[in-house]
T-cell receptor, first 117, second 112 residues
Framework: GAGVSQSPRYKVAKRGQDVALRCDPI?????LFWYQQALGQGPEFLTY????????KSGLPSDRFFAERPEGSVSTLKIQRTQQEDSAVYLC???????????????FGPGTRLTVL | QQPVQSPQAVILREGEDAVINCSSS?????VHWYRQKHGEAPVFLMI?????EQKGHEKISASFNEKKQQSSLYLTASQLSYSGTYFC?????????????FGPGTSLSVIP
């Protein structure tokens, strides 16, 4: 596709359930980022992939959060034992080159709105 | 450290101008500007790099004062379509990897 896509767009989970959020970046993009956006706030960094390598996971709020990008394209963000404070919009972004060596435009997907009841 | 944006919110009439400011306590390598409409993805507007290079939007301009660690986004002759929340993102080092940190946003509403 032409842009970054994410699925599902909306997810409602009961507290304690596990969820998996998918991101399809722009084809050929080396870098992939996950962000968490609370209502009325800016995107907050969670983790960064360069191809299949997770080079920065400093923003993951707890060990309940896990992300992978096994073949260097599609990425999945998994949240185990969801809590109410996990309710937010989860944004994925991709950029053409490696973040270590360049400053590129990040192209964002529409996000997944997660509501934990 | 998260950059500071000002103002928090602004309301304009069509045709008026606006300035949105972004400042950081750290030395900056680049500043990124995005606009997000409610329920949609942030959309790229502009990147300003240390040294003066700019990449971005035709109808929106920006400045980057490296010494003051500040950037300003200039919206002239505003249109209804300019409404949304504007985020700046700052990147500190380029000798090695540093992630982009986004500010809290400035809400801009353009009314007829």
């Amino acid at each position: 596709g032409a842009g970054v896509s994410q699925s599902p767009r909306y997810k409602v989970a009961k507290r304690g359930q596990d969820v998996a959020l998918r991101c399809d970046p722009i084809s050929g993009h080396v870098s992939l980022f996950w962000y968490q956006q609370a209502l009325g706030q800016g995107p907050e960094f969670l983790t960064y992939f360069q191809n299949e390598a997770q080079l920065d996971k400093s923003g993951l709020p707890s060990d309940r959060f896990f992300a992978e990008r096994p073949e260097g394209s599609v990425s999945t963000l998994k949240i185990q034992r969801t809590q109410q404070e996990d309710s937010a919009v989860y944004l994925c972004a991709s950029s053409l080159r490696a973040a270590y060596s360049s400053t590129d435009t990040q192209y964002f997907g529409p996000g997944t709105r997660l509501t934990v009841l | 450290q998260q950059p500071v944006q000002s103002p928090q919110a602004v309301i304009l009439r069509e045709g008026e101008d606006a300035v949105i400011n972004c400042s950081s306590s750290k030395a900056l390598y680049s500043v990124h500007w995005y606009r997000q409409k409610h329920g949609e993805a942030p959309v790229f507007l502009m990147i300003l790099l240390k040294g003066g290079e700019q990449k971005g939007h035709e109808k929106i301009s920006a400045s980057f004062n490296e010494k003051k660690q500040q950037s300003s986004l200039y919206l002239t002759a505003s249109q209804l379509s300019y409404s949304g929340t504007y985020f700046c993102g700052t990147e500190s080092a380029k000798t090695s990897y540093d992630k982009v940190i986004f500010g809290p946003g400035t809400s801009l509403s353009v009314i007829p």
